[in-house]
């Protein structure tokens, strides 16, 4: 690879693409870095960076996103998607709002683009606590994708998260045949499986709490049908 001139860039991007995909996270930071010291005003090369840093090291994630969004003066939508995708996970709201709104604004036509920033919308929109605009983006993208991993993964979190279980246990006996890479497909396996074990134990806990309700609404009934109370064997008793 030529390391310096205009001519390396695209190929810098295609191994930063095939790192983020096959390489180690250690790999793609030590990559991305170099890549934003040899082209640091590109958009791309810095929202790379800022991917390979929410990985290994969060709490800069932002700052480099950010600079992406800075420096994308043509106001790509896609560029724009990634970074409030960034944003949102750094808990800068407010930063991927504006971000998913100028992508919008953007108008796409791209079927899977108009998706995404469909999905990124609504999971803004949940974060805010603005439940009835976030449960019809998160299901349109759903719909428009049943087998995406994503899409599945993050409605099921919204719904349970407001403890819809069976609609949750639905959707994910539903996600049984996802597409994309096996590396994703493995993850969105993990995460199926994690949420199970939290509905279990929520079913486990609610179970325990009907048994006590149970015991503590019988008992007083028992107590109150066979022998009288003081108060009521006072009221009752001759003066």
């Given at each position: 690879?030529?390391?310096?001139?205009?001519?390396?860039?695209?190929?810098?991007?295609?191994?930063?693409?095939?790192?983020?995909?096959?390489?180690t996270?250690?790999?793609?930071?030590?990559?991305?870095?170099?890549?934003?010291?040899?082209?640091?005003?590109?958009?791309?090369?810095?929202?790379h960076?800022?991917?390979?840093?929410?990985?290994?090291?969060?709490?800069?994630?932002?700052?480099?996103?950010?600079?992406?969004?800075?420096?994308?003066?043509?106001?790509?939508?896609?560029?724009?998607?990634r970074?409030?995708?960034l944003l949102?996970?750094?808990?800068?709201?407010a930063?991927?709002?504006?971000?998913?709104?100028?992508?919008?604004?953007?108008?796409p036509?791209?079927r899977?683009?108009?998706?995404?920033?469909?999905?990124?919308q609504?999971?803004?929109?949940?974060?805010?606590?603005?439940?009835?605009?976030?449960?019809?983006?998160?299901?349109?993208?759903?719909?428009?994708?049943?087998?995406?991993?994503?899409?599945?993964?993050?409605l099921?979190?919204?719904?349970?998260?407001?403890?819809?279980?069976?609609?949750?246990?639905?959707?994910l006996?539903?996600?049984?045949?996802?597409?994309?890479?096996?590396?994703?497909?493995?993850?969105?396996?993990?995460?199926?499986?994690?949420?199970r074990?939290?509905?279990?134990?929520?079913?486990?806990?609610?179970?325990?709490?009907?048994?006590?309700?149970?015991?503590?609404?019988?008992?007083?009934?028992?107590?109150?049908?066979s022998?009288?109370?003081r108060?009521?064997?006072?009221?009752?008793s001759?003066?």
């Amino acid at each position: 690879m030529k390391i310096g001139g205009h001519q390396s860039l695209p190929r810098s991007l295609g191994r930063a693409r095939r790192l983020q995909l096959n390489g180690t996270p250690e790999e793609y930071l030590a990559f991305t870095r170099g890549a934003v010291a040899r082209f640091p005003t590109d958009p791309d090369v810095r929202l790379h960076h800022a991917i390979a840093l929410a990985m290994l090291q969060p709490e800069r994630a932002r700052t480099e996103a950010l600079r992406a969004v800075e420096l994308d003066h043509e106001g790509n939508p896609f560029r724009l998607y990634r970074a409030g995708n960034l944003l949102l996970g750094a808990g800068d709201l407010a930063a991927a709002r504006r971000c998913a709104e100028r992508a919008v604004a953007a108008a796409p036509t791209n079927r899977v683009l108009v998706n995404l920033l469909t999905h990124l919308q609504g999971r803004i929109a949940s974060v805010a606590g603005e439940d009835d605009i976030a449960e019809p983006l998160l299901r349109s993208a759903y719909e428009a994708e049943p087998r995406n991993g994503r899409n599945v993964l993050d409605l099921a979190r919204f719904l349970l998260a407001r403890e819809r279980i069976d609609e949750t246990l639905e959707l994910l006996d539903c996600a049984s045949t996802l597409e994309g890479p096996r590396k994703a497909r493995e993850h969105y396996a993990q995460e199926f499986a994690g949420l199970r074990e939290r509905i279990g134990r929520f079913q486990k806990l609610q179970l325990q709490i009907s048994r006590v309700q149970a015991r503590h609404s019988l008992g007083p009934a028992r107590v109150s049908s066979s022998t009288p109370t003081r108060a009521a064997r006072g009221a009752n008793s001759p003066a």
